[in-house]
């Protein structure tokens, strides 16, 4: 009589540089080279991912706290949502690169006995233990006030269970000091989308095949040392 | 580590959940469970996608197959996520008989042969009690999570530094052997009843533990007796009260949501003047806080009702025997609004309120899943040091895949947010506040004599 939940699915936000320009700037995901780069790394505390879904008798959420990952950054690039606007950004162009990888035995659920171990066999985690994202697109939303995180529309490519699927969705990206940067986001999957098979007890319950996956990531810049 | 505590009091079970023909299953969801009526939309139902809610498994070693240590193993043999790979006892005979309750298991007189064992994960350490310290000192130390059984240990500096150990090892699980407090039948009392204040103000609480045993085992040769009858030398016993009360006393602990702050005892040798120098017949008085007094009645001479806890309020009374409850009210306490729907049961001139689990008037067959529910109150404990030691096992091994071995910043705030996942069972804070209360009640009557309990004591 558990609740079966199901998927992790990773947002890795890539905070670009951004040109000084104003509303609607396009960053590409370009290849950063290695002198040009600044690292930000994973940050053991203060990360969370949330996966929430539905069933015909009950919603349930899952929840993780280990994200791993980087972003680079050109060294000229300064986020500080502090401010009004991306500073160091040159041509409208920002060179970055970020690559997010969450285990998937790292999300649980607290409520529902039994709801981890059957998430562990829909997400074909024996198999596949680890969901990654790729960042290739991140596009600055005008109208950034001073103080307020940066908006940003991003896409990339996530794959779970082996499966890849090109996916969009909003992020928010906050300076939480001077090292250290919090990238938010959350975005509307399909389960089926993955290859993945929404858990059914028959006559009991069936997992809806929609969730939505959300999270913070914490990440903090390495000192001096490029990648 | 604990069950969430009352969110919903007891006035919003009514008539139509009790008429429902409630199975344990719905009290369940009445607890804040999930709801296990069939999905009532017309057409197909689809077919199940076959996933296995049976927890992880996690290899067990058992040290100590005494009497206890036995029933573990039949407990673990019929659970199939508790593989045991290794068994261990110094007495040829014990371990016998413990193979043949788990034969696959490999057979040790040596519990540090068992503890180099790489594919052992989980450690239960049933000896007597004074040694348990070496053994879960050297199990920690070895990678290995511990159920360590109650009491800690036979002195409050074993059970200290078990405590201790227990803290530092952030990486592994420790649970102590008060298998009550994972027992969701005693959560239900706590939540649904005690912490709403069904009964009123407490005004005094009492226990009884009654056997007819002498507690005395025979043996080949003189040197095995001594080691076998460990309960009945004063310097390594820690008496009636610290062995069998100690799960009572951390029981009423729990119930009241105090410790004691003082003690005194009375203990005597009246049935069994065999030589021993441990009283048979105890009485303990527990002081609490609010001056609720907590009185405790242990012998080995007599079986008239066993075990009886009973916890006595201004609006109701809630009586234990084993794994039956009742709630007696008084007359003139208000109405939780669904008595006449429970069933009752009649005792002499009382009439009590049935808290079993499945309190209703109709009587249902037992189903497959209320009988997953009438387990003993040690399967719940070694189902959740199952489940929790794999949950702190995975969780630190995920954080170094992630992080890097050397990492440990972040560590324990990582492994914080994995405590609610846990399932419910005493630490080794229960565990020693439990052991110190039963220790020094078992001081207190072997002396003879009042003996106030010092916060420091307590310290960890």
């Keep these: ?227 | 580590m604990n069950l969430p505590e009352a969110e919903k009091p007891l006035d919003d079970l009514n008539r139509r959940d009790f008429l429902r023909g409630a199975s344990f299953g719905s009290l369940m969801v009445m607890m804040g469970g999930i709801p296990l009526h069939a999905q009532e939309k017309p057409g197909a139902a689809p077919a199940d996608t076959g996933f296995d809610a049976t927890g992880l498994p996690l290899n067990c070693a058992v040290i100590g197959c005494g009497v206890w240590g036995r029933e573990i193993l039949h407990t673990l043999a019929v659970m199939p996520n508790a593989p045991v790979v290794a068994i261990c006892d110094t007495y040829a005979g014990f371990l016998r008989r413990a193979s043949e309750i788990t034969p696959k298991a490999a057979q040790f007189k040596d519990y540090r042969q068992v503890l180099e064992l790489k594919e052992v994960q989980g450690v239960i350490v049933a000896t007597p009690s004074h040694q348990h310290r070496e053994i879960v000192e050297a199990a920690l130390k070895a990678g290995k999570h511990v159920y360590c059984e109650a009491p800690l240990a036979a002195s409050i500096e074993d059970a200290r530094a078990i405590a201790q150990a227990a803290k530092a090892a952030v990486k592994l699980n420790f649970q102590a052997g008060l298998q009550a407090r994972s027992d969701p039948w005693r959560h239900y009392i706590v939540s649904k009843f005690l912490r709403v204040g069904a009964v009123g103000k407490n005004l005094s609480a009492r226990s009884q533990w009654h056997a007819r045993d002498s507690w005395r085992r025979t043996a080949q040769n003189p040197e095995r007796e001594k080691e076998l009858n460990w309960r009945l030398r004063r310097d390594v016993s820690p008496g009636i009260i610290g062995e069998a009360g100690v799960h009572q006393l951390d029981v009423m602990n729990w119930f009241l949501n105090e410790r004691p702050t003082a003690v005194t005892g009375f203990g005597n040798i009246l049935a069994w003047s065999d030589g021993r120098d441990v009283p048979d017949t105890v009485q303990a008085v527990l002081e609490y806080p609010d001056q609720v007094n907590y009185l405790y009645d242990g012998t080995l001479g007599s079986s008239f009702e066993a075990e009886c806890d009973t916890l006595f309020g201004t609006y109701a009374t809630v009586m234990m025997r084993g794994t039956k409850g009742w709630l007696f009210k008084e007359s003139d306490s208000p109405l939780l609004g669904w008595e006449i729907y429970a069933s009752k049961e009649q005792f002499h001139t009382e009439t009590g309120i049935v808290l079993s689990m499945n309190a209703t008037k109709s009587v249902k067959p037992k189903s497959a899943e209320d009988a997953a529910y009438s387990e003993s109150p040690l399967h719940f404990a070694l189902a959740a040091f199952l489940k929790n030691s794999n949950i702190v096992g995975t969780g630190a091994k995920n954080f170094s895949d992630t992080y890097g071995a050397d990492t440990s910043d972040g560590l324990p705030e990582y492994m914080a947010t994995l405590a609610k996942d846990r399932a419910a069972a005493a630490g080794f804070e229960e565990g020693f506040e439990a052991t110190v209360c039963a220790l020094k009640a078992n001081e207190a009557i072997v002396q003879g004599g009042k003996i106030v309990l010092k916060k420091e004591w307590f310290e960890i």
């Design chain 1, 1 to 227: 009589m558990s609740i079966i939940p199901f998927s992790g699915v990773l947002k890795a936000v890539k905070a670009r540089r951004l040109r000084l320009a104003g509303a609607g700037l396009m960053l590409v995901a370009a290849s950063l080279s290695a002198e040009d780069a600044v690292r930000y790394k994973s940050f053991p505390i203060g990360n969370k991912v949330v996966i929430a879904g539905t069933s015909t008798i009950h919603d349930w959420t899952m929840e993780g706290a280990l994200i791993n990952g980087f972003f680079d950054i050109p060294a000229a690039v300064e986020i500080d949502s502090a401010k009004a606007a991306l500073a160091g950004s040159v041509d409208g162009e920002v060179k970055a690169q970020a690559d997010v990888v969450i285990r998937v035995n790292t999300i649980h659920n607290a409520e529902f006995e039994g709801m981890s171990e059957v998430y562990l066999q829909a997400m074909k985690a024996a198999d596949y233990p680890e969901i990654s994202f790729h960042l290739s697109e991140l596009k600055l939303k005008p109208g950034h006030a001073a103080g307020a995180p940066f908006e940003f529309d991003a896409k990339g490519n996530l794959v779970v269970a082996g499966v890849t699927n090109a996916i969009a969705m909003p992020v928010r990206i906050e300076t939480v000091d001077k090292a250290k940067l919090k990238i938010s986001g959350s975005v509307p999957l399909k389960m089926t989308s993955f290859g993945l098979k929404p858990p059914v007890k028959a006559g009991i319950f069936a997992a809806g095949d929609d969730i939505k996956i959300s999270f913070d990531w914490v990440v903090k810049l390495l000192p001096a040392k490029k990648p």
